[in-house]
C-alpha cells in the first residue's frame, strides 16, 4: 500500500517509493521524541505550541499518518498545474463521500475510507526542480517537504492557509491554532526530524 504510481516514469517512482520509506520513519520518529517532551523548538517554531497537551495530541496525529501513508493506497501522477494556483507545488484528491474529514480523528482511522481514491497530483516542473530533502537542514520546498505537505491533506484535513517559511513561521507566532492545520508547517515540522 502507500504511493503507487498512476503515471510517473520509473525514475520518479523510485524517489517517490523512497521518499515513503523516508517519511514514515521520520514521522514515527517525531511521534517518538514528541511523545518524550522533545521537539519543543520545532512545535513552537511551526506550531506555536509546546505545550504537553499539544504535544500528546501531536504524537498521536504522527503516529496516525504513518499508518495512514502504509496503508492507504495514494496514486501518484504528475498533472498540469500552473495556471491553477500561481506556483502550485502539488495538489491532494480524494473521494469524500461519507469520510469525515479528518481520518486521523475517525473512530477506526485505519479501517474508515478502505477502497477510496487518494491521489495526489504533482506539478512535474516544481516537483522536478525542488531537491530530494531540504538543503543543509534548512527549511525549504523540498520532495519531501511537498508529500507530507499532501498527506496532511488527504488524512489531516489541513488547509494551505499559508505558503512558504517565512509565512508560517508568522503564523505559528500570531495564530497557533490556524499553523496547527495548515500544511506547509505540517511539511516544514515533521522535516525537521529527518
Given amino acids: 500500500m502507500g504511493f503507487y504510481n498512476a503515471g510517473l516514469v520509473p525514475a520518479e517512482l ?8 523516508e ?17 519543543k523548538t520545532a512545535c513552537r517554531r511551526w506550531f506555536g505550541d509546546d505545550s504537553e497537551a499539544w504535544m ?6 504522527l503516529n496516525t499518518l504513518a499508518g495512514m501513508i502504509n496503508v492507504k493506497q495514494i496514486a501518484v501522477s504528475f498533472s498540469r498545474l500552473d495556471g491553477r494556483c500561481g506556483k502550485e507545488l502539488a495538489d491532494a484528491m480524494r473521494s469524500i463521500t461519507g469520510l469525515p474529514p479528518n481520518l486521523a480523528e475517525a473512530q477506526n482511522p485505519m479501517t474508515t475510507g478502505e477502497n477510496r481514491n487518494f491521489r495526489i497530483l504533482l506539478n512535474a516542473t516544481a516537483w522536478k526542480a525542488a531537491p530530494q530533502y531540504r538543503p543543509f537542514k534548512q527549511p525549504a520546498n523540498s520532495k519531501f517537504q511537498m508529500l507530507v505537505h499532501e498527506c ?15 509565512l508560517c513561521q508568522m503564523i505559528a507566532a500570531d ?4 499553523a496547527k ?7 516544514y515540522f515533521v522535516e525537521e526530524f529527518r
Avoid: C
Fill in 56 to 61: 500528546a495530541e501531536l504524537q498521536t496525529r
Fill in 14 to 21: 523510485a524517489i517517490v517509493k523512497q521518499l515513503q520509506t
Fill in 23 to 39: 517519511i514514515v520513519g521520520t514521522l514515527r520518529n517525531a511521534a517518538a521524541k514528541t511523545g518524550k517532551g522533545m521537539g
Fill in 175 to 178: 495564530d497557533p491554532e490556524t
Fill in 181 to 187: 492545520i495548515t500544511a506547509d508547517n505540517w511539511g
Fill in 152 to 166: 496532511s491533506h488527504l488524512f489531516l484535513d489541513t488547509e494551505d492557509d499559508a505558503y512558504g517559511i517565512r
